[in-house]
């Protein structure tokens, strides 16, 4: 697997630990290069080996410092011992990064929520809640040893605006920012900081010439991102800030990385609307 090439390292991360859950593939994969191009120590973990060693070897490849661990963020112990062998090198977490998540279960149980059955919604609530809520239970008090400790958690557009037949996915997201501010208000005074990206549309420069070709969904993709498409790059660049010493007056936040697509209704012009109409001055 090859992700995004990441910017040039400055050390901005120098010295610190960072675990990154769901780091084989996707976003996880693309943070966790760009961590260690910055020079942090970063752990991955994902329940495939096979993808979490090539991770691994990508980055030592590059002089970076990775170690990758299996788990399972569905098992409470497993979580547990992930947290316990992450900080075991230094006795200490300096950050814990939430992108775990069963997307091949969203892809596959998803469906209304009268139609969805319990079992999938299960299945997924499992790693959404229950693997974000153990991954912090047992790193917080890792985290707090650190300086500078953060929790990173990675949402989505399902946390503020309503996708189509995506039930059990929206819950675990919007419940991520409930969270995130529980967190940071009992943490915050201890020099913990929690924050959430909710994070847009991100393709690969591939499938974004793919999408923007496409004669329906092209056009209305383009309509409502007011910038551009998002990349893994622009995830990574942000999770950093995140995890660095610059963003230490940031605590609690939900920031929206998706090229403005929610700051938008999408309505039509109202110039448009009203043309051909009465108006005032035609009274």
């Not at 010295?15 to 942090?40: D, I, P």
């Not at 230094?90 to 892809?107: E, F, I, K, P, Y």
């Amino acid at each position: 697997m090859q992700t995004q090439p990441a910017d040039a390292g400055t050390g901005r991360l120098h010295g610190k630990s960072v675990l990154v859950t769901g780091s084989t593939k996707g976003f996880g994969a693309a943070m966790a290069e760009r961590f260690a191009a910055e020079g942090a120590s970063v752990v991955l973990t994902g329940r495939s080996e096979t993808q979490g060693r090539q991770i691994e070897q990508q980055i030592t490849d590059k002089g970076g410092q990775a170690r990758f661990i299996q788990a399972d963020v569905t098992d409470e112990g497993s979580v547990r011992e992930l947290i316990a062998a992450a900080a075991a090198p230094t006795g200490r977490l300096d950050s814990l990064v939430n992108n775990a998540m069963a997307m091949d279960q969203v892809g596959s149980s998803e469906r209304p929520i009268a139609d969805m059955d319990t079992d999938g919604f299960g299945r997924i609530i499992q790693v959404g809640i229950y693997g974000l809520f153990w991954a912090c239970k047992y790193a917080i008090p890792q985290l707090l040893k650190s300086p500078g400790g953060s929790i990173v958690n990675i949402s989505s557009l399902a946390a503020v605006a309503g996708i189509a037949s995506l039930p059990a996915y929206s819950v675990c997201k919007g419940a991520m920012g409930a969270l995130t501010r529980q967190m940071a208000t009992d943490y915050g005074p201890q020099g913990l900081r929690v924050n959430t990206m909710i994070c847009g549309l991100v393709l690969g420069d591939a499938l974004a010439g793919d999408v923007a070709a496409h004669p329906v969904a092209g056009p209305r993709i383009a309509q409502a991102q007011l910038t551009r498409y998002g990349n893994l790059n622009d995830i990574a660049a942000m999770a950093t800030y995140l995890i660095s010493d610059e963003s230490g007056f940031v605590n609690g936040a939900e920031l929206r990385i998706d090229g403005g697509w929610t700051s938008t209704a999408q309505f039509p012009r109202l110039s448009e609307m009203v043309s051909g109409a009465d108006t005032p001055s035609s009274r």
